[in-house]
């Protein structure tokens, strides 16, 4: 019994042992293969499998922060969000195909542009924005988010911003599914857009993220960077939800940076647009009207970010996402209260439909019409015209 328990031990260890080789070799036509064995034909090469192919950090141990009046924050991402020296060298990371995620071909920044049909794969602005900001809320700090162009526009009324750029970045994307012949092994793969963007289910990521603050006057009051990786493949998921997983980290390194927690222990006096959404101070009747349209602005904002996801998989797929699929991005319950929502939900015209916390029952509809290549929305709402009246949804 004893020989035969050594004997399956003995063949677990040489199959795992073997997993972790593969030779590379070339056919007569110039077609590179990935086998478990040697081929006979020449230019064979012995590849050794990583368990990891991006940059491998420590996670740093968050330093206290001295409540009970930290400062309030508003994340928001740079424009143009990559720096300069990443969209310079454009490479980010690698395609891989197969089981063993082998056949590395170039992952570019290019292929996260709004007209790649693997844009979808890193998070948009807005996404890491309230990602940042969550991860704030989650620690009991006071935090949220907004668009650059929001911030242009009320720069004097707004606490401390908390600005970030990505600086760096590798990302590799794994087909696992592409299957190998059992004679030549597996074909390298030169063309990953002949595969959907979510089919890449398995990634690693590595991001390094500069962080700076700045005062309603623009005063650079602090200035870091973080960065987070992956230590693993990350299975049975989405490349984008990597990416924010690494980020979530990032985020949660800046409570490890002496300068930014000693900034953000010090609270802060002045009246800002914060202690107008929050209503911490008396209202007369047009500072009432002024809080409302700012809690309808903050559920519009999160609103507007369902929108590109509905969009988006309009454009791909030719039909409105399902409810199930919606609440995979939009379930945060934080972030709902956050946004002054009680519920949000997918209607089956692919119309948006937020419920408010603020005034039950009352709710604000986005309604898509598709045409063409285009998408128009249009609002509906439950509320009193005076406090919509500036209200618009008739965009693309």
Request: proline share 4%; with cysteine; glycine share 4%.
């Amino acid at each position: 019994m004893r020989f035969i328990f050594l004997m399956v031990c003995v063949f677990t260890c040489g199959l795992l042992l073997s997993a972790t080789k593969l030779y590379k070799w070339v056919d007569e036509k110039g077609q590179v293969h990935y086998s478990d064995k040697p081929h006979a034909a020449g230019q064979v090469e012995e590849q050794t499998l990583n368990s990891s192919n991006v940059p491998q950090v420590s996670i740093p141990t968050p330093l206290p922060i001295n409540l009970p009046d930290p400062r309030r924050v508003i994340f928001v991402a740079n424009q143009p969000l990559f720096s300069q020296s990443l969209v310079a060298r454009q490479q980010v990371g690698e395609y891989r195909f197969g089981q063993d995620c082998v056949s590395p071909t170039a992952l570019n920044l290019s292929r996260f542009g709004a007209s790649s049909p693997h844009h979808r794969m890193f998070p948009s602005a807005t996404r890491l924005s309230a990602v940042a900001a969550s991860q704030f809320i989650q620690k009991k700090l006071k935090a949220t988010y907004q668009e650059a162009a929001q911030i242009k526009k009320n720069r004097e009324l707004l606490d401390s911003t908390v600005i970030f750029e990505i600086a760096e970045a590798t990302i590799v994307a794994c087909n696992p599914k592409v299957r190998r012949d059992r004679r030549k092994g597996l074909a390298a793969e030169t063309d990953p857009e002949q595969y959907r963007w979510y089919q890449f289910t398995q990634a690693q990521a590595y991001l390094k993220v500069n962080w700076w603050v700045q005062d309603p006057k623009g005063s650079l009051l602090f200035k870091g960077q973080t960065e987070a990786s992956t230590s693993r493949w990350s299975k049975n998921t989405n490349v984008d939800k990597t990416v924010l997983k690494v980020f979530e980290q990032a985020t949660q390194n800046l409570l490890s940076d002496s300068n930014f927690v000693a900034w953000l222990s010090s609270g802060q006096k002045e009246e800002s647009l914060w202690s107008k959404i929050t209503g911490s101070h008396s209202e007369s009747q047009q500072e009432s009207m002024y809080l409302t349209r700012a809690k309808i602005a903050q559920a519009l904002s999160y609103m507007t970010q369902g929108k590109v996801m509905v969009a988006e998989y309009y454009m791909m797929e030719g039909e409105w996402p399902d409810q199930r699929l919606f609440a995979q991005g939009f379930d945060d319950a934080t972030l709902l209260t956050e946004h002054n929502i009680e519920t949000l939900n997918l209607l089956n015209d692919g119309s948006i439909q937020a419920y408010l916390n603020f005034s039950r029952p009352d709710y604000i509809t986005l309604t898509p019409t598709a045409k063409g290549s285009m998408i128009l929305w249009k609002c509906y709402t439950s509320l009193d015209s005076r406090f919509v009246e500036t209200l618009n949804c008739e965009q693309e």
